[in-house]
């Protein structure tokens, strides 16, 4: 059964960090490009942040360049993303995403976690 399972999310001042996780079960780890992925109150689903492998290559969005980290566990088994420099704009639910390599359509979703960055 595959299962990815956010966690991390929560109320932050703004300036603060966070450091989501997404423990991942029930497929090949390295199959998939991991991604970060939110979506604030009446927006649209926003990509976040990528990942090819564990310690591979990394892609952000322009609004969390050079604030957030994304990173995976040596085992292959979490994804992580560091929030620094928060702000109230990153408010929004934050999903985890396994997308495959060789099937772009075929992939995963997590449930989300809330992040609320108050100013």
């Known amino acids: 059964q595959v299962q990815l399972v956010e966690s991390g999310g929560g109320l932050v001042q703004s300036g603060g960090s966070l450091r989501l996780s997404c423990r991942t079960s029930g497929f090949t780890f390295t199959r998939y490009y991991m991604n970060w992925y939110r979506q604030a109150p009446g927006g649209q689903r926003e990509f976040v942040a990528s990942i090819t492998d564990v310690g591979g290559t990394t892609t952000y969005g322009a609004p969390v360049k050079g604030r957030f980290t994304i990173e995976t566990d040596n085992d292959g088994i979490t994804a992580y993303l560091q929030m620094n420099d928060l702000r109230p704009e990153d408010t929004a639910v934050y999903f985890c995403?396994?997308?495959?390599?060789?099937?772009?359509?075929?992939?995963?979703w997590g449930q989300g976690t809330q992040v609320t960055v108050s100013s």
């Open positions: 995403n396994a997308r495959n390599k060789e099937y772009f359509d075929y992939g995963f």
